[in-house]
């Protein structure tokens, strides 16, 4: 298991504008509300002084189709707000690899997401998205919780492993192939980058772990 604490910008990110605007605010999601990752619509908390110029801020900002308040307390307000076709996400890429966003707060001019997941694998495949998408992602801390399922014997990771595995099963390996890296990642319900990715670093373990010896 790995925890990470991750810094994303992009000028579409949801409230990227909103944040940029009010440097003053302090933007965070409700985490526990039991919002849906793919579902447009969320809910926030903001503290600012002054929530007429939020109000304008949102009725600005081309991530936000409707917003509304649904909390009013001194200081602060919670929003029901739902994002515009415009709007770019990330936390839907980190559920669909078996993460879990356990913090989301405004920073900068983006996000700071706190995540639990379940290898380094799945960071490299959300770090490799956010590339695809031109998003700037930057990794601030990562900490490492192991426990005995984390590696197997050969240094690899269960998802190493299981991609591995699955490509030796259904005949990657076969001359000529049985199956392709497309129908491999059907078959795990991943992306071809996941996919692929994994059964790069797994076997580039094995050849480091047991052909290539250490320099004298």
């Known amino acids: 298991m790995v925890t990470a604490r991750i ?14 605007s009010l440097s003053d ?10 919002t849906d990752p793919h579902h447009s ?8 002084p002054d929530f007429d110029a939020v109000a304008s801020t949102l009725r600005a900002d081309h991530t936000v ?30 559920t669909d690899r078996g993460g879990l966003t ?22 490299y495949e959300i770090a490799t998205y956010a590339e695809q998408e031109g998003i700037k992602l930057e990794v601030l801390e990562l900490t490492q919780q192991p ?12 998802s190493q492993t299981e991609a591995l595995v699955a490509a030796y099963k259904h005949g990657l390996y076969d001359e000529p192939r049985q199956t392709s890296i497309e129908e491999l990642s ?9 996919v692929s990715g994994r059964l790069r ?12 010896e250490d320099d004298e």
Not at 87 to 94: C, D, F, G, V, W
Not at 106 to 119: A, F, P, T, V
Not at 147 to 158: K, Q, R, Y
């Open 41 to 48: 619509v969320y809910f926030f908390r903001i503290e600012a």
């Open 186 to 194: 059907e078959t795990l319900d991943l992306s071809r980058t996941a």
């Open 102 to 123: 356990l913090e989301s707060t405004s920073y900068l001019n983006g996000w700071l997401l706190q995540l639990q997941l379940e290898d380094h694998d799945a960071l």
């Open 65 to 94: 189709d409707e917003f509304a308040t649904v909390v009013e307390m001194a200081g602060h307000r919670t929003y029901r707000i739902e994002y515009s076709d415009a709007a770019k996400l990330i936390t839907p890429e980190i």
């Open 201 to 212: 670093r797994g076997a580039a373990t094995l050849v480091e772990e047991y052909l290539v």
């Open 25 to 34: 605010a302090a933007i965070a999601v409700v985490s526990d509300v039991g």
């Open 7 to 20: 810094y994303v910008e992009h000028p579409d990110l949801a409230l990227s504008y909103t944040i940029r």
């Open 147 to 158: 426990t005995l399922d984390d590696h197997s014997e050969f240094g690899l990771t269960a």
